[in-house]
């Protein structure tokens, strides 16, 4: 059984945070669109290319413009105006751990109870079959360990909205929060950079450094290039970084050991983000890592073994423990990673407590 979030109250929290640097181009879109001129336009650019070029950020196509898929991006209030800014969303960094976790950690059995439709079957039968296979998946996963630590931290809906087709919902313990790039750059990469943007031009965010890509994908039966597949986009170009913050509500030590365990496997290019990671994008290295750990008096016992903990001095100290756990040290939560992979395998480490 998968004890309650919240039954007591939230007595402890860890707060994680992390700077990511970005080792290759990094692909992140929202949907959102820009217009690039590769000419002079007219005359002068029937035969050039990369000459004189144009970009209408967020802009519309058309004529000698041609369409391309922007970046994520966000909108900051800066000095009392709104300014755009190129950010990897928090969506995408929890959305890529979370999938990671469920690949590596939970049985393929139970993948379907992470990634089923929440729309159920407008056929009652079919619905009340459903509900009950459901029921029954469900039954056995909650025996299974890594299922368990996965769905307490991330949580999920599964069932839709019925409640009487064995819905299952729970608030998952972490959050994240991103900050924008800190690159500067006027204007996008592209070979030449002969630009001339004319009336109506706008480069748009400067906070990071971008290029753009031209792709050309090839047809799956005739090898050939595919009809209508050439497009542009914009990726983030590798050597810049970010700021991730992660909170979990009531963390466990086995949760430190999940931090540990990504750190790992992102500077091992095995965790990447964002699209295309099948041909490389996407992957990071973690710049620095800190872990503080904040509690109610006596609500932190389960973390005394840790190495490295270090009470801080803080204006709620009459009422909280706050430690700082590890600081740019990567290999320092070396026992979270041991108590982890007790609690998967069933052989506790030594030293570690139990699940709750």
Known sequence: MIPALFENGVTSVLKADWTLKLETPLCIRNGSHSAFRSTAGGNEGKKTRNVKMGYRFNGDSGGDWSQVSEAAFCVAVENGRAVPRYR???????????????????????????????????????????????????????????FRLVWDLFGGVIGGDDKAAGQKLRAGR??????????????PFVQGQ??????????????????????????????????????????????????????????????????????????????????????????????????????KKGCLADFEAFQGSETVSDLFSDFWDIRRLFVNAPESPANALEILRGLLTGQPAPGAVKEA
């Open 88 to 146: 990897v969303s928090a969506k995408s960094v929890r959305g890529a751990i979370r999938s990671w976790t469920i690949t590596h950690l939970v049985p393929e059995e139970f993948h379907v109870l992470f990634t089923e439709t929440n729309k159920a079957p407008a056929d009652k039968e079919a619905a009340k079959k459903a509900a009950d296979e459901r029921g029954a998946k469900w039954d056995e996963a909650e025996n299974d360990p890594g």
């Open 174 to 187: 972490l959050s994240c929060v991103t900050e924008p790039l800190n690159g500067k750059s006027e204007k």
């Open 194 to 295: 002969d630009w001339h943007q004319g009336a109506g031009g706008s480069f748009g965010p400067d906070n990071a450094i971008r290029h753009l890509t031209v792709r050309g994908p090839l047809d799956r039966i005739t090898q050939a290039a595919k009809s209508g597949g050439l497009h542009q986009f914009v990726e983030l170009s590798p050597g810049q970084s970010f700021k991730v913050s992660f909170r979990v509500a009531n963390p466990r030590p086995e949760h430190l050991g999940l931090f540990a365990l990504w750190q790992r496997e992102i500077d091992s290019g095995m965790l990447r983000m964002g699209g295309l990671s099948s041909i490389g994008r996407g992957r990071m290295t973690v710049e620095t890592a800190s872990y503080v750990l904040a509690g």
